[in-house]
Every structure is written in structure tokens, then in C-alpha cells.
């Protein structure tokens, strides 16, 4: 596919100039109409015609890209072409639709389920690229957009899902499956789209499923809404400090950032600190003012309950209660019985010993660990108790006084352009891939880098796109996303995947290079493993390629990665000074190495408790209209025991993965499934003594990352390991045991 998309400098240029004329033609025919009433008829409906077709040809959804690899031309792309090529992709689906139910031949597995997988290209297209606009660089006007293409959106994936004559035929298929001969990947496609008509509603009434559509327009507005108040308020919130004294305890680098941050918004000579993590962590670990540390942890917490415009509680509200409704609709007990079934843990109660199981054991490991830091803060002559504003601050103190380690003593170490070539090496010698920056290819922000993917001889896998710094359009978190998956429709050529990871790491400052903290370099590796997943998909069907698992096992490839991150022989590939280049010392590495299972109590349990909320709201089986998010959360807190001490890491009304579009609810315990999965196969590189060991790479490539959603993840773990895993080596690596 490769050999006939390239493009020149050229060639952009007229490509360019084509669109400027067109442009200059549809101003020309407004003014005619506006000036020239009188013109007959039949001229008006040509220059009409005429301008429709201008707009047509210089949307570039509407032909084939023509850029390397086919990656979207953010240079040619304006908010003005999403709207019609959304309407145009639901349209051309809407045929497709037509033309697999109408087809007078008997439904087969390729004239019916195939036809279906294959449909919606157009529409994919456009969504691709808009919602990972949305997410990394969605100006207000997208932002309003996204509203106006979800009520596109909805009602048609909600047509397709219970469109009767369309279930038929699958259903036809589904019902002789044995008869068929059809490969394993064709089953668990066959199995999939059955179910998935199933689990939307097709075998309800006509009546219900008018609710079942209701349903979920409403959980669509909601989510969207939820999510769009998260991001303005996070935005919207600024400490400005304008006293040198308030600095106190502050590393340089983050005094600079503040400064920068302060300038940027026209407040030079003060400091600006965020709620963005890479700007709120460093303030709460080092700065000595506790009033201000109470103050920014408190506005963080606080966010979507402050009983504004941005408040998130009736939401949470109406979203906890019509997802109750749904699944009642549906035939199931709960929301998380509904979503579970598709799970690897595949039932509420599963999920349960799960997370009380890890939450045993860390409980009092938090406890210990609040004794030392209460001790640090006695010492110094305190007199308060620990609140949770002072744990990072006193954690960081035992840290440094346990082993002499301070985090920003390793940050000269972490610039990040080291720290992705590290993740890259990591990848070449598990896998033997070749990373190639590429300047010929356009990107939506100035800050994105691009990167071709290769095998070792060269050839090509895919386009990866990596945006890491934040700024006011881009929302909170970490991820990775896909513009392009990878699919062979007809069995053989390759459609290539186009891969982004957008993260929000601390920035660079005038001269300064961004220098990661240990979390920073951690997540990068954890985001690359999510894009080698999508990467090394080889996969015939898009639905089932690359990330398409469930959510249980889909962080497995990502958590993975973090384990080499701090790794000795690791390190000393790519952890260097910023300044003269100096590969980190041994000693250093070595307090890294003693110090890494400190603080595992607090991290456990404040991701724990989130993940049990998340399931005691979808649980419930019955919907409580009076249902208040604080009164809930209090009292979920209360029945687990949570220390006062520790913040649930994601409070209801800013818990993003579960709330805006369901991505996770009944699903935030995936991680801690999926670090079960990855202790369990890490353990599978070091117990041969190589860390890169090219027979358990091979193995893990060809059996989990190649393999996508195409067989039953249990089973692709034990062709990889040889056995099912236990939670042993977790607790191993947290010091629980």
C-alpha cells in the first residue's frame, strides 16, 4: 500500500492553492446572491450546484488522503468539514445497511457479517480523527461540535443495533455457525456482532426499544456534558502566588514552570500553579506552606461539587439511575452485570474478591506508612495530624531520610526525549522494531512528534504520533488512541495502523528541557505499551484488532512496559544527564532499586477504594432518584474502611473513566486485573535471567500483542505463560508479603 501515497512539498502547494481558488469561488457566488436578485432561476441553481460542489471537493474527508501512508492532512482539515462528513458517512452507511438487508440471496457469513464489519468507512474516517481532536486539541468550537455529531452519531448506531431485518440475517448466520467452516477469528467476529445486537436491544419491542434509544441519547448528553465541566473547571482554576516566601521548599524546576505558567497568563514577576498534575504534584511534595498545599489538593477534590455551573452531582445522578434503567431493559440485574458479562472477571462478585483481596493487604500497609509520616511530622515539632495535603509533602521527607532519595535528584536524568528513545530501545531489542522520525508528515499541534514504526528489515508497520505537553484544549490524563487500526479485510494486504499517545508531562522552561518525575516515566512507557499493542496487531478484522479486548486484560501490554522502565540494565541505556550527558550513577540507581516499594500502601489503597466505587454505584439494582454523589461516596468510603488521611485518586465527580461515556465503569479494577496479568508475565522474562529475552518476547508478541480480541484472553495467557496467573508476584513487587 505504500508505494503510491507519497507526496511532495510540491504537490501540497497546489493542493493548497486548489482549495484557496475554490474558497475564492463559493465568497464570489455569496456576493452574486446577495447582490444580484434578479438573476434568473436557472443560474441561481447552477451557481448553487456549483458552490456545493466546491465546498465537496475541498473537503479532504471526502477523497482519498494524499499524504504518506494515508495519515489525515491536519493542515487541510477546519472544524467547517466534520458536520458534512459525518452526515455524508451516516448516509453511505445507511446504503450499506440497505444493501446487506435487501440482499436477495441467503445471508452467509460474508454477504451479512463481513458486509457489516466492512461498513461505515466513511464514517470512520471523520470520527477517528474528530474525537481524538476532541480529547487532544478541541478548541471551544469543537468542543461544541462534539455535541452536535453525537446527536448525529447515536440515533444511528442506535438504528443499526436494532434494526430487526438486519438481526435476522445475522442471527441466520449465527444459528448454523457449526455448519459453516468458519475460522476461530470468524467465529469470535460472528459471536461478537450476534451479541452485540443482542446487548443492544434487538430482541426487544418496538416499545422498549424506543426507551432502550432514549437511553442512551440521554447517557451520551450527560457523559458529554460531565466531561466537558471537568475539563473547563481544571482549566479554570489558577493559584497565583505572589510571594518569594510561598516558594519555600519548591525545586527550581518547578519555580521556573510557575513562572512560565504566570507570564503565559499576562501575570509576570508571580507564579501560576495548575491542577494539572506535572504543576499540582511537584506543590504538593515539596512546597512548606501547608495552607497552600490544603488549597490546591482542596480545589482539586473539589472539583465538579462546588455547586456551580460545573457542578457534576445530578449528573452523576441521572447517569448512575439510567444505567440501572438500561440494564433492567435489558435483562440484567445491574449495570455491572450487564458490562461484566463481556469481561474476563465476568461476574460482580468476582470482581469483588478481587480488589478486597488486594485491599487486605494494603489497608495496613497504608497505616504503617501513616505512622511514619506522622512520626517525620512530630519530629519537627508539629502538633497537627496528618491530613491528606500533608501526605505526598512527608512521604517525599521519609523517602530522603529512608534512602536518601529525593525525586528531584533523578529528574536531570528523565529529559524526555531520553526517556521515549529508552521506551523505543526497550522495544527494539524485545522485538526488533526500528523507529523513524518522520518532518514530512503534517500533525494538528506544533508540540507532536512523528515516528514510523519498522520492522527490522525495513518495513513499514505504522504512524505513531506522541503529544506530551499540556495546554488549555488538550484534557487531563494520559492516553492512547488509534486514527488508523490495523485490519487485512481481504486476508492479505495490510491496512497499516496510525497511533497517538497524548500525555500531559511536565513542559520545558525557557532553556530547560521537560525533565520527568519517576511517575512521568512511568506512564510513558505504560502509554507506548497501549500503542505497541495497536502497532503489532495482526488482525483480519478491525473490530477485533489491535486494543479491541476486554477491558481486563487491554492494560496488560501497557503495564508491562512500566516494569522495565526502572530496571538497572535498563537504565543505563538511556537515563542521562540533561547537562553533560552523564549516565545515571550506580548509587543512584541502587536508592531507586531500595526505594521501590515505598509508599505501595497509599498508592494501592487510593486506587483500590476508586475502583471499589465504581462498583458499588453500578451495582445498585435499583435506581435511587435521590440518589446524592457525596452521600454515596461517603458512605461507599465509610463500608471499606478508607483512611481519612487518603483521597479516593478519582472522587465521583471528577471520575472520568467511568462516568462521561462508560469506558470504565464497572471496569476501573481493570488495572488492577491487568497488573495481576503483568507481574505474572514479567516474572516470565526474569526468572530466565534476561530481561529481553527473545523467546518469551516472541511468545508474548505472537500470543497477546499480534492478537488483538480475535480468541479468549484466558487462553491466549496460558499459550503465553503456560499457566494461569496468580496474584504472587504482584504482591511480591508492592512488598505485601
Known amino acids: ?71 489525515p492532512p491536519f493542515e487541510l482539515i477546519k472544524n467547517e468539514h466534520f458536520m458534512p462528513a459525518f452526515n455524508k458517512g451516516i448516509q453511505e452507511q445507511n446504503k450499506e445497511i440497505e444493501a446487506i438487508i435487501n440482499n436477495p440471496e441467503a445471508p452467509t457469513f460474508e454477504n451479512t457479517v463481513e458486509a457489516l464489519e466492512f461498513s461505515g468507512k466513511q464514517l470512520s474516517k471523520v470520527s477517528n480523527v474528530f474525537f481524538n481532536l476532541t480529547s487532544a486539541h478541541g478548541d471551544e468550537e ?8 453525537l446527536k448525529l452519531i447515536i440515533p444511528h448506531s442506535n438504528k443499526i443495533s436494532m434494526n430487526a431485518k438486519l438481526f435476522e440475517r445475522v442471527k441466520a448466520v449465527y444459528d448454523k455457525r457449526d455448519e459453516l467452516g468458519l475460522k476461530p477469528n470468524q467465529i469470535v467476529l460472528l459471536e461478537k456482532q450476534y451479541k452485540g445486537f443482542v446487548r ?44 518569594k516566601k510561598d516558594l519555600s521548599g519548591l525545586p527550581k524546576g518547578a519555580i521556573a514552570a510557575a513562572a512560565a505558567a504566570a507570564k503565559a497568563n499576562k501575570l509576570e514577576g508571580k507564579w501560576v500553579f495548575t491542577l494539572d498534575k506535572p504543576s499540582m504534584i511537584p506543590f504538593l511534595q515539596y512546597a512548606d506552606n501547608r495552607e497552600l498545599r490544603k ?75 501513616l505512622k511514619d509520616l506522622q512520626a517525620m511530622s512530630d519530629k519537627e515539632g508539629n502538633t497537627f495530624k496528618i491530613k491528606p495535603w500533608d501526605w505526598w509533602y512527608y512521604a517525599e521527607k521519609v523517602k530522603k531520610a529512608k534512602y536518601d532519595l529525593d525525586e528531584e535528584m533523578l529528574r536531570p536524568y528523565f529529559m524526555i526525549d531520553n526517556v521515549r528513545d529508552g521506551a523505543f530501545a526497550v522495544a527494539s531489542k524485545l522485538y526488533g522494531l526500528k523507529f523513524v522520525p518522520r518532518d514530512d508528515i503534517s500533525t494538528y499541534h506544533k508540540d507532536v512528534q512523528v515516528i514510523e514504526l519498522q520492522e527490522a528489515d525495513g518495513t513499514h508497520i505504522g504512524i505513531f504520533y506522541l503529544d506530551y505537553f499540556p495546554r488549555s484544549t488538550k484534557r487531563g490524563g494520559a492516553y492512547m488512541n488509534s486514527y488508523r487500526k490495523q485490519s487485512r479485510p481481504d486476508g492479505v494486504n495490510n491496512i497499516t495502523p496510525i497511533v497517538c499517545n497524548v500525555c500531559n508531562f511536565t513542559a520545558p522552561v525557557g532553556d530547560t528541557p521537560s525533565l520527568l518525575s519517576v511517575d512521568e516515566v512511568q506512564t510513558l512507557f505504560h502509554e507506548f ?55 545515571i550513577p550506580d548509587e543512584l540507581i541502587e536508592k531507586v532499586q531500595k526505594a521501590g516499594k515505598f509508599n505501595q500502601g497509599f498508592i494501592t489503597v487510593e486506587f483500590t477504594a476508586a475502583a471499589l466505587l465504581d462498583m458499588d454505584y453500578h451495582t445498585l439494582t435499583e435506581e435511587k432518584p435521590d440518589l446524592n454523589a457525596t452521600t454515596f461516596e461517603n458512605a461507599s468510603m465509610k463500608k471499606m474502611g478508607m483512611l481519612p488521611e487518603i483521597i479516593v485518586r478519582y472522587r465521583s465527580t471528577y471520575f472520568n473513566h467511568i462516568f462521561p461515556n462508560g469506558g470504565y465503569s ?24 534476561d530481561l529481553f529475552n527473545p523467546k518469551v518476547a516472541k511468545s508474548f508478541r505472537e500470543n497477546v500483542l499480534s492478537r488483538g480480541g480475535s480468541q479468549d484472553p484466558a487462553k491466549l495467557y496460558r499459550k503465553f505463560r503456560g499457566t494461569d496467573p496468580t496474584v504472587d508476584a504482584l504482591m511480591e513487587r508492592k512488598g505485601f508479603q
Not at 18 to 38: D, P, Q, Y
Not at 142 to 149: P, T
Not at 566 to 572: D, N, Q, R, W, Y
Request: proline share 3%; with cysteine; glycine share 6%.
Open 529 to 583: 505499551g497501549h500503542a505497541l499493542h495497536g502497532f503489532l496487531s495482526n488482525c483480519q478484522y478491525n473490530s477485533l484488532s489491535g486494543t479491541s479486548v476486554p477491558r481486563d486484560f487491554v492494560e496488560l501490554p501497557s503495564q508491562i512496559m512500566e516494569n522495565w522502565a526502572l530496571e538497572p540494565e535498563v537504565l543505563k541505556m538511556y537515563a542521562k544527564h540533561y547537562e553533560t550527558g552523564e549516565l
Open 200 to 243: 443492544g436491544g434487538a430482541l426487544l419491542n418496538d416499545e422498549k426499544k424506543a426507551e432502550l434509544s432514549k437511553i442512551k441519547e440521554q447517557l451520551s448528553e450527560f457523559g458529554t456534558k460531565f466531561g466537558n465541566n471537568i475539563l473547563k473547571e481544571t482549566k479554570s482554576w489558577k493559584l497565583v502566588i505572589d510571594n
Open 295 to 369: 488549597e490546591i489538593l482542596t480545589a482539586y477534590s473539589k472539583r465538579g461539587d462546588n455547586d456551580n455551573e460545573f457542578d457534576n452531582k445530578e449528573l452523576i445522578n441521572k447517569i448512575a439511575n439510567l444505567r440501572v434503567k438500561e440494564a433492567h431493559l435489558l435483562g440484567y440485574d445491574s449495570h455491572a452485570d450487564y458490562i461484566l458479562e463481556e469481561r474476563m472477571l465476568n461476574k460482580p462478585e468476582k470482581v469483588y474478591d478481587l480488589l478486597n483481596n488486594i485491599w487486605e493487604k494494603a489497608l495496613p500497609a497504608a497505616k504503617e506508612e
Open 142 to 149: 469543537i468542543q461544541g461540535l462534539k455535541s452536535e455529531a
Open 666 to 689: 464497572s471496569g476501573y479494577y481493570a488495572y488492577t486485573n491487568s497488573a495481576v496479568l503483568d507481574a505474572d508475565a514479567f516474572k516470565a522474562f526474569t526468572e530466565t535471567g
Open 1 to 71: 500500500m505504500q508505494g503510491n501515497i507519497g507526496i511532495t512539498k510540491a504537490s501540497i502547494h497546489k493542493k493548497q492553492f486548489k482549495l484557496k481558488r475554490l474558497s475564492i469561488l463559493a465568497i464570489s457566488t455569496t456576493i452574486l446572491f446577495s447582490s444580484c436578485g434578479n438573476l434568473p432561476k436557472e443560474t441561481k441553481e447552477e451557481m448553487s450546484k456549483e458552490t456545493k460542489e466546491a465546498k465537496v471537493d475541498s473537503n479532504p474527508f471526502f477523497t482519498e488522503y494524499n499524504t504518506p501512508h494515508q495519515t
